[in-house]
């Protein structure tokens, strides 16, 4: 099971060329799309649900060209977009069962199976009865993943789904999609780096449409090893320091600021090393990125 | 704070494009609409309400009428330019942010308001600048153009259109800001124009028309109440009146509006809440929160089998079509526009069928009649925004990224939400139907036609889902909800003018069809065909619309047309090949069919080909009209029938007398053009020396003249053979059951001037000098001639006229045989003394009833249903003998036929002891005792005909319908008069009034007196020549007019030519007229005459004796106006009723009054106040209490004491 992207481009009529040149190969397990805000990956993530054309390039899973067999991809994917609703009058069961019905599985008892078996999953069985209009920000999460599920996908999207959740929910939906990554491809697009530092085996991280950074979180984590340091400094220090160092990431620490900075060699004396996370790889990229462009 | 939203608001509606795309649409439309109303412009003809003849293309009224009646329609902006200054704040959530921020709700609301509705001002102005610039187009007609005036553009913009943009915009404001939502705002607004709806058929009536002004919402009804009886002058020197009424309702609905958006500003905080329909408050759910995660559980899914057979596929098409279903069904808004219909249908269901204030029974075809057009808008209205809603739904509940990449073929999405709107018609149509069945059950009325109601559903329907079809066509192409919704309005308002832009085929115009029309005799009949015929064209054309919004349909994030082409032909596969091109061959198939049938089996003539062809006719031909010829003096015809195939064939003779006093060489023969004709043979020898097939013109010359007194034969075989259909109107006088024929089918001897083109306008087109109406009274060539037949005098007649059996057949003259042959009944009629060249022949299946007057046999044929007024035809019948016979002449023929027809013609004929009498105009009357007996009345009317044009008639001049039509009504009234109660008689000469008054407004040329009244002129020789003759026998007495009248018909009945004119008889009713009365029978007759009449103040106080002291204020003005309506005030010197009554009470369960007094009184000042001393306690006073004087304001002539009284 494999989904690959070949030389994928995509510009807008406004003249955003939200993808350039993607190539990406993605095999079973959670793939994680790291990247900021408007950085192309709901672009991506749309194209590769088949809601979208590609100026140029080629997405094929499993051997089949999505672009031209678009029915054959979506009777195999599970999708969640980043921005959605629900019909606000229907309770969760019914339209969970629609949705069933929508994916093809039109053998009564079986669907009924299923819906009860996913809201129970999804930790929905007590509010099925009730309409989706009154919701929490979780709980629609965790429907909208319930029905990515409908169907037995072998591929599924997931865009933005942590967003906006509180660290409990957030900690809920995660425990979900831990638990269907095994045997199918999950691709998690996402700008929260914990997401995918939790989740993901596989990972790439995207900015201005193109592809920075591929590999295992692991992987890239230990090339970073001895490059990053940090120091404490005041926040009037901080203008002087950004000309001086490499600094790709800065952040409040009891009224002061932590600042990191990437360097091959200690810069200077009052810098500690840093044990790297997946989150300095992210800024360091994205930092690089910024001063390439 | 408010001026900074104000301002902030005004810049972004002024750096919107749309706001100058509305302006500029706006521009155009009335741009375009005046180009076509006053220019030249080939293939573009356009005519509205009071326009024509003399009346300015830019004088004050059209513009006024025009702007204001555009600017109604285009309130359907208002929820996009003023609605949306509310709404966009909750659609794209900027109310989270901005409703946190230090703003005063004055600020807030004002700002938004105020800043929306100037540039909504700027707008509309599109309108009136479209037409100021349209006017001063080189190709406008300079004779239609008056001088400019700016007020004339300036006051309807002021005192119309933005006192209803502020109305209107200030009750969409406040919807919006209360609920929230975007489809309450186009409540609103659909509100309105309902409540405008409803005081327009309030005006219909002549009682209502107070409430009608005042209900409107935009102020419509008052305006056109306020020019109701504007004449040509009036129309062009005036500016629309703020009458009383008018401004009235201009204050009332701002403050209602003021008041509504006072109630918003109460109720509207700065809060995420919602005011809303739901009953249940929204809550929140906040279960499993707070529990830390206690295990991890393994997601285990059983696996399912999935089918995407095509059963499945099913399946998932009826699961989604019920889900946008019952979405539509519940909503409130869907809800609320169907209860607004309803509202509407029961008003209008007050007024079925609705002649003189009298209702008909509610049979089944009526009532679906009258709720299917009230009806009508809604459904265009469902059908416009609930194919946006179906088209959107994904979209506007954020769902289109899930729905959309499931594995569904494309075309179930589009299938689900045509089906899902097919439903929702069905829902309507029963909706219709069960609303039609109480109203019959209410009316006690049980004779329910299912048949009829499923017909008629059907077509509804059919209608229904043709345009859904394309309304959900339109709205996937353009992709934008407010543009469809535009688009889609903007083209059911030129669907109205589709025909006048030149496009008159059906096969063009989306959904036409050749009428259909149900009539209780005829059924369905031959219109069933055609139709089926023509909508299985427009369905198979909208197969073709449906695979392309198919195809083009919005699925993903694709919206520019690049990719959305790329799509197209991704998903252009075999199926959707397969299907077009089927569809195609249907379309292109049906297509050809109908234009063989229309233009190759039939002749399709445009408006335009038939004006050539007339202007033509007379060009080439008009120098034969004084051309001398031979009178018809005998006519023997046979005529056969053939109802199932719709054929007929005349064959017969005519004797042609020479009787000038020279040789006549040539005769001319006129041809009806639907006629073949297979031979036309004189009995002596001819040679064709022009034959003119086209237009139906041909010229023999004898080799020997027929010499001065002599006669010839002229034998003729004539057919008429109904083939395929026609694009439209087809023919309706050969039916399968009812048919009825006209002698105008036969040959004419010589030039027919009925030919020639009448208006103006248009005879000037095609360079031909203005037409002589009519030959002034005192040229005597033109009265050898009646006014109904020309080259024929008093004429022999004997008809053999065949039908299929089981039809009866009937021509005039009485029935000397009747025989069988061949499956065909045959009966020959004859007259026994000579009629007018004027006959007609009718074949139906009849039930008869026959009664006796004398020795006169009476006889009415009549659909067998349709027994309701039978009795009182009968007794009309009667008493007309009796009262005619007695006070003008003896009745001249032993028997009296009236026989029902379809109707497809809606009028009374009278024949020859033989009076065709259309089912639509009293047989199915609902007749009440307070009612206008019109069936009686109609009777009566036909009756008077057999004196009053088969006795006396007129010579082919002005005036000649005196002698008939108006001494029929005024016969017909003395009739009524005698038989019913004298409020009858009152609301009688009401509607008289009302149709003169009416009528002259839209008088093409020019108004005439009485007595040169011009037979066109119906509203003066019904209205008028009704009420001035009931006034004249009131005033002078009736035993002296009828004697005048009896020595009248004593000097003129059966009289031979030169014809009598009005000037002849004038002289008898002179002779009868007192000197004291000259005055009035002038008046009436010589000039146009308009009085002003009316209390002012009715007082009455208690006098020591017992008896009452009355005091009234009378104000009685007289005018006199010219031909084209410019008055000038006369000095009064008038005799008017005066009457005081009492208050109602009960007798018998009635409620009647007493007449304390009632005198005519002279008056001759302006104003005078009057003492009365009454026995009873007074309630009312009237002046001129029975309209027997014209008055344009007759509802003034009472006044009462007392709330009780006024209501």
């Not at chain 2, 005081?199 to 109701?228: C, F, H, K, R, T």
């Not at chain 2, 309005?489 to 149900?518: A, C, D, R, T, W």
């Not at chain 2, 000037?764 to 030959?775: F, T």
Request: glycine content about 6%; some cysteine.
């Amino acid at each position: 099971m494999e989904l690959t992207i070949n030389n994928l481009s995509k510009t807008y009529p406004n003249g955003v060329q939200a993808l350039k040149n993607i190539d990406l190969n993605i095999s079973t397990g959670m793939f994680g799309l790291l990247g900021p805000n408007g950085a192309g990956k709901s672009t991506l993530m749309r194209t590769i649900a088949t809601l979208q054309e590609a100026d140029e390039g080629m997405v094929k899973f499993n051997g089949s060209n999505i672009m031209t067999e678009k029915i054959q991809l979506r009777k195999q994917l599970g999708y969640l977009p980043q921005e959605f609703g629900f019909y606000p009058k229907v309770t969760a069961e019914n339209l969970l069962n629609h949705f069933a019905e929508l994916k093809g599985i039109t053998g009564k008892t079986e669907r009924k199976k299923l819906v009860d078996k996913l809201l129970e999953q999804t930790n929905l069985t007590q509010a099925r009865k009730k309409k989706l209009s009154t919701f929490s920000g979780g709980m629609k999460q965790r429907f909208g993943i319930a029905q990515a599920l409908l169907g037995d996908p072998k591929l599924i999207i997931v865009d933005e789904p942590t967003a906006g959740l509180d660290p409990e929910e957030r900690n809920r939906f995660h425990n979900i999609l831990s638990e269907i990554g095994e045997n199918i491809v999950v691709i998690l697009s996402t700008h929260i780096v914990d997401d995918v530092s939790d989740l993901c085996t596989d990972m790439a991280i995207m900015n201005y449409g193109e592809i920075l950074l591929k590999g295992s979180p692991s992987e890239l984590i230990e090339e970073k090893k001895g490059k990053i340091w940090k120091k404490i400094i005041n926040k009037s220090e901080l203008e002087d320091q950004v000309k001086k160092y490499n600094v790709i990431s800065t952040r409040l620490f009891t009224g002061k600021i932590i600042i990191h900075v990437e360097s091959e060699t200690k810069p200077g004396e009052s810098f500690e090393i840093h044990n790297p996370t997946l989150e300095d790889v992210y800024f360091a990229q994205i930092k690089n990125n910024h001063t390439n462009s | 704070m408010f001026w900074q939203i104000f301002t902030y608001e005004l810049k972004y509606k002024f750096s919107r494009l749309g706001t100058y795309i509305y302006w500029l649409v706006l521009f155009l439309f009335m741009f375009l609409i005046i180009s076509a109303l006053g220019g030249n412009i080939e293939n573009m003809s356009v005519s509205i309400g009071g326009l024509g003849g003399k009346v300015n293309i830019n004088s004050p009224y059209i513009i006024t009428i025009l702007n204001v009646s555009f600017g109604y329609m285009a309130m359907i902006l208002l929820p996009a330019t003023i609605g949306t200054s509310i709404y966009r704040d909750f659609k794209n959530n900027t109310h989270t942010i901005l409703y946190s921020y230090p703003v005063s709700k004055a600020g807030y609301l004002g700002g938004r308001f105020l800043g929306a509705f100037i540039p909504t001002m700027f707008i509309f102005s599109g309108l009136i600048l479209g037409c100021m610039t349209a006017m001063q187009m080189p190709w406008i007609d300079q004779d239609s153009l008056g001088a400019f005036r700016l007020s004339a553009y300036i006051r309807p913009f002021f005192t119309s259109m933005v006192p209803n943009i502020l109305i209107t915009g200030l009750i969409i404001f406040s919807l919006a800001s209360l609920t929230r939502e975007l489809l309450a705002t186009y409540m609103g607004c659909i509100l309105i124009i309902v409540l405008y709806g409803i005081g327009g058929s309030l005006l219909e009536g002549v009682e209502n028309q107070s409430i009608a002004s005042l209900i409107d919402p935009l102020g419509s009804s008052a305006m056109q109440n306020a020019v109701e009886y504007w004449t040509v002058n009036e129309k062009n020197e005036q500016l629309v009146p703020l009458t009383w009424h008018f401004i009235a309702n201009r204050l009332i609905w701002i403050t209602f509006a003021g008041v509504l958006f006072g109630i918003a500003f109460q109720r509207f905080k700065f809060t995420q809440q919602v005011f809303s329909f739901k009953i249940r408050k929204k809550s929140r759910l906040l279960l499993n929160r707070f529990q830390p995660v206690s295990k991890y559980v393994s997601i285990q899914i059983p696996r399912v089998k999935r089918n995407f057979s095509f059963k499945s596929r099913l399946k998932q098409l009826i699961s989604l079509s019920n889900n946008e279903f019952r979405n539509i069904i519940r909503n409130p808004y869907f809800i609320a526009i169907i209860l607004t219909g309803i509202i509407l249908l029961i008003v209008n269901a007050s007024s079925i069928g609705k002649m003189y204030g009298t209702t008909t029974f509610p049979v089944t075809y009526k009532v679906m009649e009258t709720l299917g057009s009230t009806f009508y808008l809604f459904l265009l209205i469902i059908i416009t925004f609930y194919a946006g809603e179906l088209v959107w739904r994904e979209r506007d509940n954020k769902t289109d990224g899930i729905i959309n990449s499931m594995p569904l073929p494309n075309w179930i999405f589009y299938s689900s939400k045509l089906s899902a709107l097919m439903m929702v018609g069905i829902v309507i149509m029963l909706i219709i139907m069960i609303f039609g069945l109480l109203v019959q059950i209410f009316n006690g009325f049980f004779d329910f036609q299912m048949g009829v109601y499923l017909a008629e559903l059907a077509m509804l329907y059919i209608d229904f889902i043709l345009l859904g079809i394309l309304a959900v066509t339109i709205h996937t192409l353009v992709n934008n909800k407010y543009v469809g919704h535009f688009i889609l309005v903007i083209y059911f308002l030129m669907e109205m003018f589709m025909g006048q832009f030149g496009l008159e085929h059906n096969l063009y115009k989306f959904n036409s069809n050749p009428s259909i029309m149900y009539s209780a005799m005829n059924g369905y009949g031959h219109f069933v065909g055609p139709y089926l015929v023509f909508k299985a064209y427009w369905a198979s054309f909208a197969v073709i619309l449906g695979i392309l919004s198919n195809l083009l349909w919005i699925r993903g994030n694709e919206t520019n047309w690049k990719n959305r082409i790329f799509q197209m032909k991704q998903r252009f596969t075999k199926p959707a090949k397969i299907g077009l091109l089927t569809a195609l061959i249907a379309f292109v198939g049906l297509g050809g069919f109908i234009f063989y049938n229309t233009n190759i089996l039939n002749e399709f003539n445009t408006t335009k080909d038939s004006r050539e062809m007339r202007a033509e006719y007379e060009k080439q031909y008009s120098r034969y009209a004084e051309m001398i010829q031979p009178r018809i003096t005998d006519v023997n015809v046979n005529l056969d029938i053939y109802p199932e195939k719709r054929d007929f064939k005349f064959n017969g003779y005519y004797i042609l007398k020479n009787k000038s006093n020279s040789p006549i060489d040539s005769v001319i023969i006129s041809q009806n053009n639907e006629t073949i004709i297979n031979n036309l043979n004189f009995n002596r020898e001819t040679d064709m020396v022009l034959n003119d097939e086209d237009k139906g013109f041909y010229i023999y010359h004898f080799n020997t003249p027929i010499l001065p007194g002599d006669s010839a034969r002229l034998d003729f075989n004539i057919e008429y053979i109904t083939r395929g259909f026609q694009n439209n109107g087809s023919n309706t006088d050969i039916l399968k059951n009812g048919t009825f024929i006209h002698s105008d089918y036969l040959p004419v001897i010589g030039y027919l001037s009925s030919m020639e083109l009448e208006r103006e306008k248009i005879r000037k087109e095609y360079g031909l000098p203005p037409k002589k109406p009519i030959a002034s009274i005192n040229d005597t060539s033109a009265r050898m001639d009646t006014y109904i037949a020309n080259n024929s005098d008093w004429v022999n007649f004997q008809t053999t006229v065949s039908t299929t059996n089981g039809q009866t057949a009937i021509a005039p003259g009485y029935l000397t045989k009747k025989w069988e042959k061949n499956g065909r009944t045959y009966y020959h009629y004859q007259t026994e003394s000579r009629i007018l060249n004027f006959f007609a022949w009718l074949s139906a299946d009849y039930t008869i009833k026959k009664d006796k007057w004398n020795n006169v046999d009476i006889a009415v044929y009549y659909q067998e249903e349709h027994d309701y007024n039978i009795d009182n035809m009968i007794n009309a019948v009667k008493k007309s003998l009796d009262y005619y016979s007695e006070n003008f002449s003896p009745y001249q023929y032993r028997q009296v036929r009236i026989l029902e027809f379809p109707r497809f013609s809606t009028y009374a004929q009278a024949f020859p002891n033989t009076i065709p009498f259309s089912e639509a105009i009293g047989f199915i009357a609902d007749v009440d005792e307070d009612d206008i007996n019109y069936p009686f009345w109609v009777t009566a009317h036909e009756m008077a005909h057999q004196w009053w044009a088969h006795q006396v008639i007129g010579g082919n001049v002005e005036g000649c319908t005196v002698m008939s039509e108006v001494l029929a009504q005024y016969s017909s009234a003395m009739v009524m008069t005698k038989e019913f109660d004298q409020k009858l008689i009152k609301d009688y000469m009401d509607h008289e009034q009302h149709r003169y008054l009416r009528g002259r407004t839209t008088e093409q040329l020019k108004e005439n007196d009485l007595l040169h009244v011009r037979p066109s002129q119906s509203y003066i020789h019904y209205g008028k020549g009704c009420v001035a003759m009931y006034a004249l026998q009131d005033y002078i007495g009736e035993k002296r007019i009828n004697k005048a009248l009896s020595d009248f018909t004593k000097e003129y009945a059966f009289q031979e030519p030169p014809f009598v004119t009005s000037v002849d008889f004038y002289k008898y009713i002179k002779e009868a007229t007192p000197d004291s009365l000259m005055y009035l029978t002038r008046d009436y007759f010589e000039r146009i005459i308009l009085y002003e009449n009316k209390i002012n103040k009715f007082d009455y106080e208690k006098t020591n004796n017992g008896k009452y002291k009355v005091t009234l204020e009378v104000g009685t003005r007289k005018y006199e106006a010219d031909s084209l309506g410019n008055e000038k005030e006369l000095n009064m010197n008038d005799w008017v009723d005066l009457a005081i009554y009492s208050d109602k009470y009960k007798v018998d369960g009635d409620y009647v009054r007493d007449t304390l007094y009632f005198k005519k009184h002279r008056f001759t000042q302006p104003e005078s106040t009057m003492e009365f001393i009454v026995d009873k306690e007074p309630a009312k006073a009237g002046i001129d209490p029975f309209y027997k004087l014209i008055d344009r304001h007759r509802e003034d002539n009472y006044k009462s004491k007392g709330i009780a009284n006024i209501l």
